[in-house]
């Protein structure tokens, strides 16, 4: 068997910004992640804007330090797959716990229905159960008055299979009886 080793990751060039406004990058920051790094800035310190006003010493912190954390850790290669932004398996698990995964039935030929659908209190699990209703006492009184089952187990259970091989005309003489018996009812 043929095995492949992908390299298109060590040819990935990307574009660098050295200059800034006539500062000196040093080695220069990446493109992208400065485009993205203005656009998180622009969005997020634009709404605070909107609905606060402008942004006093305390506040500062707020309007300035979130879009700098999500530009600098999103836009760094993920650990899982070196090819995507750390921002990406962000935004992945954030559609998949909002809006879920339509199922591919038939290759596609046919739509899902929404009862085959992935219901949203299994997409959630555990991650869910701080947005239940119930107050935090009463869970963790819960929690504390369940006890965990014990489960006892038998004896092993041994196997004894024997495979046996079967040729050709011992298949067809099982499959003439199978015929026999299943025709010998019509008539």
Not at 105 to 128: D, F, H, L, Q, Y
Request: glycine residues 10%.
């Amino acid at each position: 068997m043929r095995t492949g080793t992908t390299y298109t990751r060590h040819f990935d060039i990307e574009t660098r910004q050295h200059e800034l406004l006539g500062l000196d990058l040093g080695e220069g920051a990446p493109r992208r992640a400065l485009i993205m790094g203005l656009v998180l800035y622009i969005v997020w310190t634009g709404g605070l804007l909107l609905l606060f006003g402008l942004p006093s010493q305390v506040s500062f912190t707020l309007y300035f330090l979130p879009p700098l954390l999500v530009a600098v850790i999103g836009t760094q290669r993920s650990r899982r797959n070196d090819r995507r932004w750390n921002i990406t398996y962000w935004a992945l698990g954030v559609r998949y716990l909002t809006l879920g995964h339509r199922p591919i039935v038939c290759a596609g030929r046919r739509s899902a229905s929404r009862v085959e659908w992935i219901p949203r209190r299994a997409r959630w699990g555990t991650k869910g159960d701080g947005l239940r209703r119930e107050s935090v006492r009463r869970r963790r009184e819960y929690e504390m008055d369940t006890e965990t089952p014990v489960i006892v187990a038998g004896a092993p259970i041994t196997l004894d299979a024997r495979p046996r091989l079967y040729g050709p005309d011992a298949v067809y003489q099982a499959r003439q009886r199978g015929r026999r018996q299943s025709t010998g009812g019509r008539a």
